[in-house]
């Protein structure tokens, strides 16, 4: 979401963002948010100045890649580690990120949320900037290996017709992509077919499903795309029991799936987890760093690398605060 528009358009004020529960049904009470698991510092990750505002969404490729999205006007950057910081990447013409469009060079992309898979790098969207007053909820795929100074989507999912209509500034703003493997291993629930998750029923999907944030309502959706792009299929419907989420990540390493929130619920995030019934449950509440402020944070990545027994977390602040829209901190080991 763009940060100027923030005080006009949002009107329900989101509390926190908590548990996945299969379907769409009524909303589970959160848990009594605890302090983070990590350390409570956190440092300025970037140069001064660097990105400006309406930074987004952020993903680990690999402990030395970290993907971060602008929404506005629509931008991805590739980073690479500079000492304690991030830094864009010079090679490939990845300088001063590359400028983002629909297939064909079309339009702006009001992306959003970002994910590194191994089918590419993936972008949640709100709508098209240049035609800004239509909500156009959606899904994007990249391929990255060029060296141009733009890249036009490889394939698009517009998800408009699958979710209820919602104003322009309140569609997906997160993404995360969850492994077959992992899914499978916990049997978890196929709301279309009413049984455990099956990949084969889902040809030409590639290898895992896609979970998309709508702020409107909170609710994630997860997908399984035609990697030829267009076909979609629903696979769940999950309540957050919230209004409003900011970014998903899928933490390999524990099969959580972390659920974030900005600066209107006070930067908590949550540990999603498969139950016995083979839908998302929350495991976790937790606060923000007790050494970061209320930040606008709108992006949320976590290194798979353990060293020492931590885990680099990184924050991405819409708002730009203090000329930095990174920060820092560590996420214990488990």
Known sequence: ?????????RVTVA??????????????AAPKSTAWPGGSKVAVADGSGVFGKNLSGLSFESPQVLWAIDNGPSK???LVPDGAKWRPDTANGWGKGKSLHYPGGSGDPDTEGVVSTPDGVFASTE??????DTSKPGILRFDTSG?????NATA???LTADLPSVDPNKGFEAIAWVPDSALTARKFRDERTKAVYDPAKYPNHGTGLYFAGLEANGKIYAY??????????????????????????????????????DNNCKGHTTTLDINANGTFAVSAEYDRPSG??????????ISPNCVNGSKQVVWSDDDNDDNHALRTGTLNCK
């Open 156 to 158: 698009e999912w517009d």
């Open 147 to 151: 060296s141009g100074k733009s890249i």
């Open 1 to 9: 979401m763009f940060a100027h528009q923030r005080g006009k358009i």
């Open 15 to 28: 509390l926190s963002v908590v548990a996945l529960a299969f379907g769409a049904g009524a909303a589970h």
């Open 76 to 78: 991805l950057y590739r």
């Open 224 to 261: 399984a795309l035609d990697q030829s792009g267009k076909k979609y299929t629903r696979v769940a419907t999950i309540d957050s029991g919230f209004s409003t989420i900011m970014d998903l990540e899928y933490e390999a390493s524990t099969g959580h799936l972390w659920a974030e929130c």
């Open 292 to 301: 970061m402020s209320n930040y606008n944070n709108e992006g949320f990545a």
């Open 127 to 132: 709508r098209d900037n240049d035609n800004g």
